[in-house]
T-cell receptor
Framework: NAGVTQTPKFQVLKTGQSMTLQCAQD?????MYWYRQDPGMGLRLIYY???????DKGEVPNGYNVSRLNKREFSLRLESAAPSQTSVYFC????????????FGDGTRLSIL | AQSVAQPEDQVNVAEGNPLTVKCTYS??????LFWYVQYPNRGLQFLLK??????LVKGSYGFEAEFNKSQTSFHLKKPSALVSDSALYFC??????????????FGTGTRLTVIP
């Protein structure tokens, strides 16, 4: 029961470096999401994808790009990392109806020096 | 506009005592309400949801939640707390009248500590 798998689990970057966070789900879900979690701020939506081939901005998209590579995979890219992007990043997926819960990966802990 | 509030950042309870984690919400239409739990270095895990029907919803690990429309609340409860219940709890809401993949709003979380 893999569910949602995120790689890597930890990463340290220098300011200005680029990086792609990977996410894959094996539940045949159409909807996928990227969140960031910061202390005292809960989860904030960065981008989401309602289906293969579509992506939309969430609450905090600046500094990020995403790619929905296929139905299983949804990646998040930081083109030029900034210290303000130090956070824990979570990927999630959801089934086709709005009354279903989202399923989360275990996160990528990203530090930018 | 949708929003959800968890008024307590921290809740402490003695092992064996009942616990309550509070959540209030605001939506225009009918609310879909969810509770998640997060253990250290893990992602959020779904506990229970309210969509329609009975106001008392039962979920995983002995947790339950009561939907109160007049008070716009969805408090999480458990009759007897375990030390292993210590974790971060998130309430989330979406407007059931809205279609689309988005529109799930999370609270800022409540850290529950169960004291042995």
């Amino acid at each position: 029961n893999a569910g949602v798998t995120q790689t890597p689990k930890f990463q340290v970057l220098k300011t200005g470096q680029s990086m792609t966070l990977q996410c894959a789900q094996d539940m045949n879900h159409n909807s996928m999401y990227w969140y960031r979690q910061d202390p005292g701020m809960g989860l904030r939506l960065i981008y989401y994808s309602a289906s293969e081939g579509t992506t939309d901005k969430g609450e905090v998209p600046n500094g990020y790009n995403v790619s929905r590579l296929n139905k299983r995979e949804f990646s998040l890219r930081l083109e030029s990392a900034a210290p303000s992007q130090t956070s824990v990043y979570f990927c999630a997926s959801r089934g086709d109806t709005s009354n279903q819960p989202q399923h989360f990966g275990d996160g990528t802990r990203l530090s930018i020096l | 506009a949708q929003s959800v509030a968890q008024p307590e950042d921290q809740v402490n309870v003695a092992e064996g005592n009942p616990l309550t984690v509070k959540c209030t919400y605001s939506v225009s239409g009918n609310p879909y309400l969810f509770w998640y739990v997060q253990y250290p270095n893990r992602g959020l895990q779904f506990l229970l949801k309210y969509i329609t029907g009975d106001n008392l919803v039962k979920g995983s690990y002995g947790f339950e939640a009561e939907f109160n429309k007049s008070q716009t609340s969805f408090h999480l409860k458990k009759p007897s707390a375990l030390v292993s219940d210590s974790a971060l709890y998130f309430c989330a809401v979406r407007d059931g009248a809205q279609t689309g993949a988005n529109n799930l709003f999370f609270g800022t979380g409540t850290r529950l500590t169960v004291i042995p």
